[in-house]
């Protein structure tokens, strides 16, 4: 905008001058034309004037009325000679021929304001004021040919005045708009810098109310996880002390009973019955392994992931290189579950997939994240990863129970090794 203020300012300035110049010199030009033009005919068929005129002009630029206003007066022939001057020196000399002459033998009035480069008013420069110089041409009286031009410097003091009073109200004026423009547009911009400060204040409480909800279901997944291991726990217990003890008893009444009396058949049936009571029996102690956790409410981090590793080991006769570091607080009991169940599930995944090579935990708890790694030497069947049936979770429910506590889960083979990971952030972990 000041850019724009500058270069209109300059415009406007300069069109004022040009027109105030143009005026000034025409309506002298006229004035000095009505007294010099009838002395001046004989120049149509002369190369000076004679006497006569000569002095007649004379007496026209001493009166009081010219000399107050006209510095210099000169009578040009078209060719650049000097027919009259003011000054008698410059009579009958001949310079070359200037663009203001030339315009004015066009038929034109030229004004020019404190030009004084020219040779023949070198001399006016040192008069110290500002002068108006116009060339104005001298026309025959009956055909209106242009036969001379008459050429008159005049004080400009007024003039000079006039265009500098011009020249500020032009800039007062120029810069009271674009000062009014800035204010308009200061208000646009600050109008808009409220209205995305109240859009940015409407997102963060959006923001925060989705928080607060997502908090909401993360705690309220916590306490599912929760529940749903106090369920499996009851239904392990129940298994365990009804049909597993039932068919226990049953095992043990056919086992007595004198059936080698009855007959070899019969004495190959009741060993099958009780070969398969005692299957039931072993599967659902399996199942009720598989359901029930340890009571890792109370436990430390390192404790939950020794008994994990400590029971895969017992279980498989496998080895696994534990790495276990615990520099944060203490987890809340739903993500003691979720680490738990990872590493039974990944240590079974391993050993399942894996053979049980080159396994390795890395668990980690930090002030801010708790990260944990079940990685094996990849085997062929961790190519595809079936998720097989088994008693375990399975790789898609355990990241389902990942990402449902807020965590990341990932699998990936990396060179020669699968490894499992999940990263549970502890405000989102702590929330949920």
Same mark, same amino acid.
């Given at each position: 905008?000041?850019?724009?203020?500058?270069?209109?300012?300059?415009?406007?300035?300069?069109?004022?001058?040009e027109?105030v110049i143009?005026?000034?010199?025409? *309506?002298?030009?006229?004035?000095?034309d009505s007294?010099?033009?009838?002395?001046?005919?004989?120049?149509?068929?002369?190369?000076?004037?004679s006497?006569?005129?000569?002095?007649?002009?004379?007496?026209?630029?001493?009166?009081?009325?010219?000399?107050?206003?006209?510095?210099?007066?000169?009578?040009w022939?078209?060719?650049?000679t000097?027919?009259?001057?003011?000054?008698?020196?410059?009579?009958?000399?001949?310079?070359?021929?200037?663009p203001?002459?030339s315009?004015?033998?066009?038929?034109?009035?030229?004004?020019?304001f404190?030009?004084?480069?020219?040779?023949?008013?070198?001399?006016?420069?040192?008069?110290?004021?500002?002068?108006?110089?116009?060339y104005?041409?001298?026309?025959?009286?009956?055909?209106?040919?242009?036969?001379?031009?008459?050429?008159?410097?005049?004080?400009?003091?007024?003039?000079?005045?006039?265009?500098a009073?011009?020249?500020?109200?032009s800039?007062?004026?120029v810069?009271?708009v *674009?000062?009014?423009?800035?204010?308009l547009?200061?208000?646009i911009?600050h109008?808009?810098?409220?209205?995305?400060?109240?859009?940015?204040?409407?997102?963060e409480?959006a923001?925060?109310?989705?928080?607060?909800?997502?908090?909401?279901?993360?705690?309220?997944?916590?306490?599912?996880?929760?529940?749903?291991?106090q369920?499996?726990?009851?239904?392990?217990a129940d298994?365990?002390d009804?049909?597993?003890?039932?068919?226990?008893?049953?095992?043990?009444?056919?086992?007595?009973?004198?059936?080698?009396?009855?007959?070899?058949?019969a004495?190959?049936?009741?060993g099958?019955?009780?070969?398969?009571?005692?299957k039931?029996?072993?599967?659902?102690?399996d199942i009720?392994?598989?359901l029930?956790?340890?009571?890792?409410?109370?436990?430390?981090?390192a404790e939950?992931?020794?008994?994990?590793?400590?029971?895969?080991m017992?279980?498989?006769?496998?080895?696994?290189a534990l790495?276990?570091?615990?520099?944060?607080?203490?987890?809340?009991?739903?993500?003691?579950?979720?680490?738990?169940?990872?590493?039974?599930?990944?240590?079974?995944n391993?050993?399942?997939?894996?053979?049980?090579?080159?396994?390795?935990?890395?668990?980690?708890? *930090?002030?801010a994240?708790?990260?944990?790694?079940?990685?094996?030497?990849?085997?062929?069947?961790d190519? *595809?990863?079936?998720?097989?049936?088994?008693?375990?979770?399975?790789l898609?429910?355990?990241?389902?129970?990942?990402?449902?506590?807020?965590?990341?889960?990932?699998?990936?083979?990396?060179?020669?090794?699968?490894?499992?990971?999940?990263?549970v952030?502890?405000?989102?972990?702590?929330?949920?």
């Amino acid at each position: 905008m000041l850019l724009g203020m500058t270069v209109i300012g300059l415009w406007v300035v300069e069109q004022i001058e040009e027109g105030v110049i143009d005026n000034a010199g025409a *309506t002298t030009a006229l004035l000095i034309d009505s007294f010099v033009a009838p002395l001046a005919q004989e120049l149509t068929t002369s190369e000076s004037l004679s006497i006569g005129p000569t002095r007649a002009l004379d007496e026209v630029f001493q009166q009081a009325t010219f000399q107050q206003r006209i510095v210099s007066v000169k009578i040009w022939k078209l060719d650049g000679t000097i027919a009259y001057s003011n000054d008698i020196k410059l009579v009958g000399r001949k310079f070359d021929v200037t663009p203001g002459l030339s315009e004015a033998a066009a038929g034109n009035i030229r004004a020019e304001f404190n030009q004084l480069s020219s040779p023949e008013s070198a001399d006016l420069a040192s008069l110290g004021i500002p002068l108006l110089e116009v060339y104005s041409p001298i026309r025959e009286s009956w055909q209106g040919d242009v036969i001379a031009v008459i050429e008159f410097y005049a004080d400009a003091t007024d003039l000079a005045s006039s265009m500098a009073a011009a020249r500020q109200k032009s800039w007062l004026v120029v810069g009271g708009v *674009t000062l009014g423009m800035a204010l308009l547009l200061l208000g646009i911009v600050h109008s808009g810098s409220v209205l995305i400060a109240r859009q940015r204040r409407s997102i963060e409480a959006a923001l925060a109310e989705n928080q607060t909800l997502l908090e909401r279901t993360q705690r309220a997944s916590g306490r599912a996880v929760e529940l749903t291991e106090q369920q499996l726990r009851r239904v392990s217990a129940d298994l365990h002390d009804g049909p597993a003890q039932l068919i226990g008893v049953a095992a043990l009444r056919i086992g007595a009973l004198p059936i080698a009396k009855l007959g070899d058949k019969a004495a190959e049936e009741g060993g099958q019955i009780v070969s398969g009571l005692q299957k039931a029996m072993q599967e659902i102690r399996d199942i009720c392994k598989g359901l029930s956790l340890p009571d890792i409410e109370r436990q430390k981090l390192a404790e939950i992931v020794d008994q994990v590793v400590d029971s895969h080991m017992a279980r498989t006769r496998t080895k696994v290189a534990l790495d276990v570091s615990d520099s944060g607080p203490d987890l809340p009991p739903h993500l003691k579950i979720g680490l738990y169940r990872f590493l039974q599930e990944g240590l079974n995944n391993a050993y399942r997939h894996g053979g049980g090579r080159e396994q390795a935990v890395v668990v980690k708890n *930090t002030d801010a994240l708790l990260s944990a790694t079940v990685s094996n030497l990849a085997g062929a069947t961790d190519k *595809t990863l079936p998720d097989q049936p088994h008693t375990g979770l399975g790789l898609m429910g355990l990241k389902e129970r990942i990402e449902t506590l807020g965590g990341k889960f990932e699998f990936a083979i990396s060179g020669s090794r699968a490894i499992l990971s999940m990263q549970v952030h502890h405000h989102q972990g702590g929330h949920a």
